[in-house]
């Protein structure tokens, strides 16, 4: 039986979505709000017309190298996220369409590994990374940020692979496919729209990813989310620039979530809704 | 060419039997049907032959040629899913130029091949068209496209008309046989709809539970079933089975009698029963009678009959149309 919503019902619920909604956004709001404002209207109460001034950035930009953090981001997102999926591909692909009886066990097990505080492996990762020379370098966060989202980029994947009917694979197999051929003519253009979302959310997660690039970087290779953190350091608070810096580490990763939305909502849904 | 000669092909999925051993010859150019109720194992011993699947052990001969540890590229054989399996992201022509391409033909001739595929087909207008945007019988005809175009030993088909709707499954019925005499190709089909098994097969193999029960032409089923579960599986409606009092006066333990070998009388006969539902369908009136001691039996009528709900009747099997079998269910 159909639900019968009355129009008044209709209005509570969009006002109340509303209310969720800018809830939700505000930090973000009035951090962009903040940014404009100068240090003295910033630790002067709430307040949300600032005086629109560009002076944070200005010197954000003069003092701090932003562009450096900004290339550490770009390299240990885009590198983390392809070394993942050269990772997950195959092991999804396998887990997908040749299952044993423990394929579901080993899933299980590295979503748990996600269950983990990443901060009780701390120091084993940290005494590694002094030892091996990763320290403060690109290729060590691209290797720990692939880790931490590996489970997450095969489950995706797998959901994706599911999706494929198995029958279309054994057409190709007829058809007289090698198995390299099936991958790239058949299987590949089938599970782009899924690997591409797996793609945008794993480089969303890398690119926002604080604990890690914050405990393990210094200056060399620290990503926008440790230039963030730096504002809050020994000179004390500076909300302005603070905010200024936040907003341009991640506006980039803004637009392009935004011009992504559809492929996101996909993925983010595990390919459950189809 | 395309004869298949299965040996003793047996396959377990873990300690489960599928197939315990079967032993199967088809000739060059044959029709021939694997029927069966689900479960049966038909479609895995389709899937043996095509090699989607592994046998656990025996052989698997295509043309003289041992096949058993080929893969289902280097067989030479072309199948149509039950899905269709068409690739979605590619256009009927491309579906159907597929196994062209894999086989690194000549461009020129990869159209030839796919124009003449089409044009039997009737797919002309829609090549540049995708999968999803074709109705399920467009569909089923690019699938079918898609096998013609390799010119294989033999066609495979795993229940090709199960997702259509009943008139379309009659017309494609009848197309997929006047392709196999056009084309004179060795075709397998697979299917549980036995009134499919018998307009379409040169040969019929009845599968129960991984066995062959019977293999023989559609005729020959009807008329000298090996056994009860033949012969209540081909031919519609099925077989009525008496045991008992009735079966001991032709000294058999059961006998069978097809509804449409009945003698039907209101006055007197063998067996003795009330009417219960009478189909009418024009051409035949289909009754459902209860005999006496309580079998229930489906008579056909030729015709337009006036008999009715809760009408006293009576069964005479017609002379020389009486089955027997023995108590462990073979044909006596």
């Known amino acids: 039986m ?68 900004f290339m550490n981001s770009v390299v240990i997102a885009v590198g983390s996220t392809v070394l993942a999926l050269l990772v997950a591909v195959p092991a999804a692909w396998a887990m997908a369409f040749s299952p044993t009886k423990h394929t579901k066990d080993i899933l299980m097990w590295m979503l748990s590994t996600k269950m983990m505080p990443a901060v009780a492996v701390l120091v084993p990762i940290y005494l590694i990374f002094l030892r091996t020379g990763l320290m403060d370098t690109r290729i060590g966060l691209v290797i720990v940020l692939m880790l931490m989202n590996l489970p997450i980029v095969v489950w995706m994947l797998y959901t994706y692979f599911r999706e494929i009917p198995g029958e279309i694979l054994e057409a190709a197999r007829m058809d007289g496919a090698t198995l390299q051929q099936e991958i790239v003519h058949v299987l590949t253009p089938m599970a782009v729209p899924g690997i591409a979302s797996t793609l945008l959310l794993n480089v969303i997660l890398a690119w926002n990813e604080s604990f890690w690039t914050i405990q393990l970087t210094t200056t060399n290779a620290a990503p926008l989310s440790a230039f963030i953190a730096s504002f809050s350091s020994p000179q004390g608070l500076f909300w302005a620039k603070l905010s200024a810096a936040s907003v341009m580490a991640i506006a980039p990763i803004l637009i392009m979530g935004w011009f992504s939305q559809k492929q996101l909502v996909r993925g983010l849904t595990f390919g459950a809704v189809k | 060419m395309g ?92 579906n159907i130029a597929f196994p062209l391409k894999m086989a690194k033909m000549p461009e020129a001739e990869q159209e030839k091949r796919v124009a003449h595929a089409a044009k039997i087909l009737n797919l002309d207008s829609y090549l540049e068209r995708k999968p999803g945007q074709l109705s399920g019988g467009q569909r089923q005809r690019v699938a079918i496209g898609r096998a013609i175009v390799r010119e294989p030993a033999a066609f ?35 299917t549980h709809d ?61 006998i069978g009698i097809r509804p449409e070998h009945w003698q039907l009388s209101t006055t007197e006969g063998a067996f003795p029963g009330t009417v219960g539902v009478a189909e009418h369908l024009g051409s035949d009136t289909f009754l459902h009678i209860q005999l006496d001691d309580g079998t229930p039996i489906i008579a056909r009528a030729e015709g337009e009959r006036d008999i009715h709900h809760g009408d006293k009747i009576f069964l005479t099997p017609q002379e020389g149309r009486i089955y027997k079998f023995s108590q462990n269910g073979l044909a006596a």
């Not at chain 1, 940014?35 to 003092?63: C, H, W």
């Not at chain 2, 259509?164 to 196999?180: F, G, P």
């Not at chain 2, 032409?217 to 045991?243: D, T």
């Open chain 1, 2 to 69: 159909a639900r019968a919503v009355s129009t008044q019902t209709k209005i509570g619920w969009t006002i109340a979505a509303w209310i969720v909604a800018l809830l939700i956004f505000f930090p973000i709001l009035y951090t962009v709000i903040t940014s404009f404002k100068t240090e003295n209207e910033a630790i002067s109460g709430f307040n949300m017309i600032p005086s629109f001034t560009l002076d944070s950035y200005r010197e954000v930009q003069s003092q701090y190298n932003y562009f450096r953090p």
């Open chain 2, 3 to 94: 004869s298949i000669t299965l040996k003793n092909v047996r396959k377990a999925f873990g300690d489960v039997e599928v197939i315990p051993g079967v032993d199967l010859n088809i000739e060059d150019g044959e029709f021939v049907v694997f029927v069966g109720p689900s479960g049966c194992g038909k479609s895995t011993l389709l899937r043996l032959i095509a090699g989607l699947e592994d046998v656990t052990s025996g052989s698997i001969q295509i043309d003289g040629k041992d096949v058993t540890d080929a893969g289902p590229a280097k067989r030479g054989l072309a199948m149509v899913f039950q899905s269709y399996a068409l690739y979605p992201h590619m256009s009927v022509r491309k």
């Open chain 2, 156 to 190: 495979l088909f795993d229940e090709p008309l199960s997702n259509l709707d009943a008139a379309l499954r009659v017309n494609m019925r009848v197309e997929i046989s006047e392709l196999h005499n056009n084309l004179k190709t060795t075709m397998i089909y697979v």
């Open chain 2, 194 to 254: 036995q009134v499919e098994a018998m307009t379409m097969a040169d040969k019929i193999v009845v599968l129960r539970a991984g066995n062959v029960e019977q293999v023989g032409s559609p005729m020959e089923l009807y008329s000298r079933p090996a056994n009860k579960f033949v012969a209540g599986f081909i031919g519609s409606p099925n077989m009525n089975f008496i045991e008992g009092e009735g079966a001991a006066k032709h000294g058999a333990h059961t």
